[in-house]
């Protein structure tokens, strides 16, 4: 048995003002940073990262001063079907502010990729692993990044790491975190 409803005319039906619930908004993205005094792997970043991931949201690593593994943008790797994992397409890590031309175009390479994904909506978290660096190294311009941050699409959370993180950066932040180290006695 099959119903089916039926109304002899649609057209008299006044069509009801769309009224939207507070809640049912998009929710807008934050900007996290996690800072320390000294160069060091944010494992809790990473964690926030699988977790997100792992609950289906698509996420983005992008580590800027990584090399060694001939990844580059258009090799990301994949660590499950959410999380997408890259690195600069270098034959070493940057340590110094003394880098090759070829360093420093596969930087900039990343960092062009980086934003045209982000601004395609393709991820909800993108964590930008020693930015801080490539900024004090002059490789990334803080003017670039600060546009970045504010056009990015508003739904995005963005995570930003590293040492000596520009207080220009830390203005527009939601969250910053820094670490440090306490020796007890």
């Known amino acids: 048995m099959v119903s089916q409803l039926t109304t002899s005319n649609l057209t008299a039906i006044p ?6 619930h507070p809640l049912l908004q998009t ?10 005094a000294h160069r060091s792997f944010f494992t ?11 609950q289906g949201t698509p996420v983005l690593v992008v580590q800027f ?3 060694g593994i001939g990844q580059g943008a258009d090799q990301p790797m994949q660590l499950g079907q959410n999380l997408d994992w ?13 880098v090759t031309d070829e360093d420093r175009i596969a930087i900039q390479d990343l960092w062009q990729h980086t934003q045209r994904v982000v601004q395609q909506g393709r991820y909800a ?6 930015l801080s660096l490539a900024m004090t190294y002059g490789l990334i311009a803080e003017a670039e990044v600060l546009h970045f941050l504010k056009q990015r699409p508003p739904q995005v959370d963005v995570v930003l790491t ?9 203005e527009v932040a ?6 440090r180290r306490n020796f007890l006695p």
Do not use: W, Y
């Open 15 to 20: 069509k009801p003002s769309i009224v939207r």
């Open 27 to 36: 929710v807008e993205g934050t900007v996290q940073v996690f800072t320390s």
């Open 44 to 54: 809790n970043v990473m964690v926030q990262a699988l977790r997100t991931a792992g």
């Open 65 to 67: 001063l990584k090399g």
């Open 86 to 98: 890259v690195r600069s397409d270098m034959a070493h890590c940057v340590h110094t502010s003394d």
């Open 125 to 130: 978290l993108v964590v930008l692993d020693e």
């Open 162 to 170: 590293g040492p000596a993180m520009p207080d220009s950066i830390l």
């Open 174 to 179: 939601d969250q910053v975190t820094q670490f």
